[in-house]
């Protein structure tokens, strides 16, 4: 399948600083990406939904001025943690949609990077 | 997006089949049914993918009834390395803009 990659893979910071994390799908284009945050033994929560070349959408709750997406490029988006707190500690992943018909009865499948671990001190 | 419901944790004894069963009764036509495994720590990995009937790949089988408002998720002879959480999601596969909603998930353990 298609492969997205995050870098780096983790990161520890002091508070106040900021964090830019990566996002990259390897062998397909991606007019969207997604980005998730999750605390431990949580599910995934959506954050954001980043399109290319256009502005991201957040969710309702999320600072957009406090994590700050841009889409580049077909492949890569980045998530940048601004002034980052100690509870912006987590694990953030993203996800691309590779929208080649593949997998079962056809659909399109959604990849996702091997996340990047945050932790603000 | 259709909401999901799964057992909270299941366990399992290595070597025996698996069967997680998610409840979606709102799943629209559009919606396809799509299976996630997470590790701690790593990004979820797609297992398989559904509209309806019966879907195999070589990691597992997902059965879904003829209303669509249920799956259940297949494992043949699970083994330790199959400990994870498993998310059933619904989502309309046209449309590439809509992100999956995750739900709890199944916290599935293999026991030796």
């Known amino acids: 399948g298609a492969v997205v990659s995050q870098h780096p893979s983790r990161v520890i910071c002091k508070s106040g600083t900021s964090v830019k994390i990566e996002c990259r799908s390897l062998d397909f284009q991606a007019t969207t990406m997604f980005w998730y945050r999750q605390f431990p033994k949580q599910s995934l929560m959506l954050m954001a939904t980043?399109?290319?070349?256009?502005?991201?959408?957040?969710e309702q709750g999320v600072e957009k001025d406090k994590f700050l997406i841009n889409h580049a490029s077909l492949t890569l988006s980045t998530l940048t943690v601004t002034s980052a707190h100690p509870e912006d500690s987590s694990f953030y992943i993203c996800s691309a949609r590779d929208l080649v018909t593949s997998g079962g009865q056809g659909g399109n499948e959604q990849f996702f990077g091997p996340g990047t671990r945050l932790t603000v001190l | 997006l259709a909401k999901t419901t799964q057992p909270i944790s299941m366990d399992s004894y290595e070597g025996q089949e698996v069967n997680i069963t998610c409840s979606h009764n709102?799943?629209?036509?559009?919606?396809?049914i799509t299976w996630y495994q997470q590790f701690p720590s790593q990004g979820p990995r797609f297992i398989i993918q559904g509209y309806k009937t019966k879907v195999t790949n070589e990691v597992a089988s997902l059965f879904i009834p003829a209303d669509r408002k249920s799956s259940t998720l297949s494992l043949p002879r699970v083994s330790l390395s199959d400990t994870a959480v498993y998310y059933c999601?619904?989502?309309?596969?046209?449309?590439?803009?809509?992100?999956?909603?995750f739900g709890k998930g199944t916290r599935l353990s293999v026991i030796a």
């Open positions: 980043s399109n290319e070349g256009s502005k991201a959408t957040y």
């Open positions: 709102n799943i629209a036509t559009n919606d396809y």
């Open positions: 999601l619904v989502g309309d596969r046209i449309s590439g803009n809509t992100p999956l909603v």
